[in-house]
């Protein structure tokens, strides 16, 4: 059951992150950038660092 808990903690807030947009592939692509923590800093310097 936390495994569930876990993974609805990442798609809530993915979802109120992909607010108006219709397609599913959308809101799991917010998904996999939120959940993979990914460090944008040596692409972007601007980019906001993972927390």
Known sequence: ???L???????QPA???ARGFKRMSTI????FLI???LD???VN???HQPT
């Open 5 to 11: 808990e876990a993974l609805n903690g990442l798609f």
């Open 1 to 3: 059951m936390g495994f």
């Open 15 to 17: 979802k109120r992150r």
């Open 35 to 37: 959940a993979g923590k």
């Open 28 to 31: 799991r692509t917010v998904i």
């Open 45 to 47: 310097p601007h980019a």
């Open 40 to 42: 944008f800093h040596m």
